[in-house]
């Protein structure tokens, strides 16, 4: 897997979208070639700088969606209506068109094989929360964890408005749990609401299997899942957090 130096200075990198694929009615999957890219680690993220023709620049951060062994990088972007980036990149943008891009960045939120099994041989399990857009970067962690064969349990609590809602459904795996909030299908056997306390209860690794948790979505979602993990018995340490900005903008 090619590594990441988190600490080596970041420059600006020049990005050629090569796709753009709709996953719901609100987010497109961008493809980029990166010509200068030196790999990532499934978790980290970019800053995206768009620049006007009068000099005026706006930056904004997104998971990284692929895993290190795609050569393509993907990014999730969900629209935000109103927003300065969001309409830009998911409305105006076509394949060809260039923008500046800066990464990988992020050495806390971070999962990969190698480091699993250096840590402890891998024996402690790992459990993904995400909210709406927060499942981009666990869509790095869940594609590297195939690629690399690792024997590390996965698990994915992922929330979702509806099921149109879900994004990248044929690749969230088998151990993956799907809530959805704002209205089920005919036929839905999975459950439904907000993730609260006996969701995760029931729907989670306990806190007797040391599982890492990594939680990533809109701020009052973190918020408020870290808090009943560590009602249940989880150790804080063993918490990791990814929040959205107040805009919704994916970071």
Known sequence: MARAAVQRRLNWLVATLLEKRVETARVHRLLFDVPDWRGHLPGQHVDLRLTAEDGYTAQRSYSIASPPEEPRLHLLVERVDGGEVSPYLTGELR????????????????????????????????????????????????????????????????????????????????????????????????????????????????PSERPRVFVCGPTYFVEDVAAQLVELGHEPSAIRLERFGASGEPS
């Open 95 to 206: 394949p060809g068109d260039r923008l500046e891009l800066r990464g990988p960045i992020g050495g806390y939120f971070v999962w990969s094989a190698d480091t699993d099994a250096a840590a402890d041989g891998g024996r402690r399990p790992v459990q993904l929360v995400a909210g709406g857009a927060g499942v981009a970067p666990f869509l790095a962690m869940l594609g590297h964890h195939r690629n690399a064969r690792s024997t590390t349990p996965v698990r994915l609590l992922y929330s979702a408005r509806t099921l149109d809602d879900v994004v990248a459904r044929d690749a969230l795996g088998p151990h993956t749990t799907i809530t959805l909030t704002r209205g089920a299908p005919a036929g839905w056997t999975g459950p439904t609401g907000r993730i609260d306390r006996r969701m995760l209860q029931e729907r989670t690794s306990p």
